[in-house]
């Protein structure tokens, strides 16, 4: 995962060798959809555990029945207002289909992560990526941000 470079909601050039070290959630976003109260959630799992050794990168999506139509200033609004969220924001992108993301298609197909093939079902499925760059597993969108599974990894503990 280290090797893409992505962009900020606020339009600014993301290396993600800068997380070398943590741990990262990443997940597909949107602001219309049933699952957007896991933002709040994220915030707890962030206010928590982010820092050092975790974070959490949102890249909001409008793929599923345009459940993120805002423009990237609208959503960073809707989030901050709406949920206080404090972790990084991406710029909205595509997490499926002939436009997909660069990065997504590495989190989605075994052949680019060597682990497995997970394409995204719907908004807010999460992705685990160890502090090496590497893929750890998915967790489905309708599954808490605060699952055992995301806490126990974070902890280091084992199922």
């Known amino acids: 995962m280290h090797d893409f470079t992505v962009t900020t909601i606020d339009g600014e050039a993301f290396p993600l060798s800068q997380l070398k070290g943590k741990k990262v959630l990443i ?4 602001s219309k959809c ?3 109260p896991q933002y709040f959630e994220l915030q707890q799992l962030y206010k928590k555990y982010g820092g050092d ?3 959490i990168v949102g890249f909001p999506a409008n793929n599923f029945n345009g459940q993120e139509p805002g423009s990237n200033a609208e959503i960073k609004s809707f989030c901050v207002l709406n949920y206080d969220v404090e972790f990084p924001l991406m710029a909205k992108i595509s997490v499926k289909g002939s436009d997909i993301s ?8 075994k052949s680019k992560n060597g682990k497995e093939d997970a394409p995204v ?3 807010f499925q999460k992705f685990m990526i160890d ?3 590497k893929w750890i597993g998915m967790i489905p969108p309708k ?7 995301i806490i126990n990894w974070i902890e280091n503990k084992k199922l």
Do not use: I
Not at 143 to 149: I, K, V, Y
């Open 102 to 109: 660069p990065v997504y298609e590495w989190l989605t197909q």
């Open 27 to 30: 997940v597909n976003l949107a």
């Open 121 to 123: 079902q719907w908004n």
């Open 53 to 55: 050794k975790f974070t």
């Open 143 to 149: 599954e808490s941000p605060m699952c055992p599974e």
């Open 34 to 36: 049933g699952l957007t």
């Open 131 to 133: 502090e090496n760059g």
